[in-house]
């Protein structure tokens, strides 16, 4: 299934679904505050895992409090969900609400995917409590679309009894990195794991290699652009790092490092939970990413986006702003394993010495803020990176193409 948005074809059928709704008037406010009025909100999202049970338990604790209130919640793999958009737009078919990876969010909502809830936003009065990169991406044309669920980076995470046992420390530079893989490379375990499948994960675990040589999108066929690529088709090439990568969501990576097949990995807050339960005996530790010419890492993130043409936007909302509530965010994300997008709040994690690595990392984590055609970008790099270090093209070449791609499709300045 092609994970890419397809603009024309978004564009069509989100056209048709907005047409359908223009000729129903306007929806009565629901009546979900009434105890008497059942309402029943259909969600989707890709959450599994440790997130995936944080989200089941918080709907539990809304119905609990709400009895007219029922949420059917539906799991979608991260790679299906933009496809099942484009489908559910097509057949007429989506949820109320439906949870997007934050730089897909703009592209969704400038075709009119999600609904406006700027003036709700106003009379909400908690977007000056968020920080600025995760509340901008639920924005477009000044106007709101959603609202964050959580923010989180990539660090690097270190088995720390196999660099004891070499006598090793984390590597904090690119040449420290590969000596690191190298030398604890050894049988079926290698130095390091990263996800590049091709899909927004292999574009996110890569782009915090391309920051960190100076470079951006906009100069990915550069000095910096070419040697940030080149980095991980050496380390395939030379056996530090598996070709499965090409394969590999982050989950695949997390198994990898959990189950003794990788010393190292890039990875998110996410893991946390996940590595505690199924794996307690692992020692492990995490730093931030190792530099090249600065320090770098990506702001990644769920935004929530109410669907627009929606029959239940106010019980929605309601469930959307319930969720903001400082101490049921609080306990969601410390289950998720995630990190707030509220600055408000942000200070409640800095206790912990693992969390804390994550929220330094957040000082130079970089948002995917590239304008609404941000998908069709992020797909000329998956397959710079399915090219290059599949071994069909050199990097000179698959940098090349990708910028070729890329430039026309960014927002002016």
């Known amino acids: 299934m092609n994970e890419h948005i397809n603009r024309r074809q978004l564009l069509k059928v989100t056209g048709a679904a907005a047409a359908a709704t223009a000729t129903g008037a306007t929806f009565a406010p629901q009546s979900y505050a009434r105890q008497d009025a059942e309402v029943t909100i259909t969600w989707w999202d890709y959450f599994s895992d440790a997130n995936g049970a944080a989200m089941d338990a918080q709907f539990a604790r809304y119905m609990e409090a709400n009895p007219n209130v029922t949420i059917e919640r539906t799991y979608i793999a991260f790679a299906d969900l933009k496809q099942r958009l484009l489908q559910g737009a097509a057949a007429g078919d989506l949820p109320d609400v439906v949870v997007i990876d934050n730089p897909d969010h703009q592209a969704f909502s400038s075709l009119g995917v999600f609904e406006d809830v700027t003036d709700r936003v106003a009379e909400w009065g908690q977007a000056e409590n968020f920080f600025e990169g995760p509340w901008f991406s639920t924005t477009f044309q000044d106007r709101n679309y959603g609202i964050p669920d ?44 990263v996800s590049g499948v091709k899909s927004e994960e292999g574009t996110f675990q890569w782009l915090p290699f391309l920051w960190a040589t100076g470079e951006d999108i906009g100069t990915i066929d550069s000095e910096g652009g070419r040697r940030a690529l080149q980095l991980w088709v050496d380390m395939v090439e030379n056996g530090t790092m598996s070709q499965g990568i090409l394969g590999w969501d982050q989950q695949d990576v997390r198994t990898q490092f959990q189950n003794g ?12 939970p996940v590595l505690a339960e199924e794996a307690p005996d692992l020692e492990w530790n995490v730093v931030t990413l190792p530099e090249d010419q600065q320090g770098a890492s990506i702001l990644g993130g769920e935004n929530t986006a109410i669907v627009k043409g929606s029959e239940n936007v106010d019980a929605a909302w309601d469930l959307l702003t319930w969720r903001q509530e400082p101490e049921e965010l609080r306990t969601y994300l410390t289950d998720a394993g995630k990190l707030p997008s509220r600055s408000d709040l942000a200070e409640d994690w800095s206790d912990d010495p693992v969390v804390s690595v994550f929220v330094e990392q957040l000082k130079v984590a970089k948002a995917r803020a590239y304008g609404d055609q941000y998908p069709e970008i992020s797909a000329a790099i998956q397959e710079a990176i399915q090219s290059a270090v599949g071994g069909q093209t050199d990097v000179e070449s698959a940098v090349a193409k990708a910028q070729q791609v890329i430039t026309p499709l960014l927002p002016e300045g």
Do not use: H, K
């Open 150 to 193: 959580n923010s989180n980076c990539l660090v690097l995470w270190y088995n720390t009894a196999l660099f004891e046992e070499a006598g090793l420390e984390p590597p904090t530079t690119w040449e420290e990195l590969t000596a690191a893989a190298e030398a604890l490379t050894e049988g079926d375990r290698f130095g390091l794991a």
């Open 261 to 272: 097949r990788a010393a190292m990995m890039s990875n998110g807050p996410w893991q946390i």
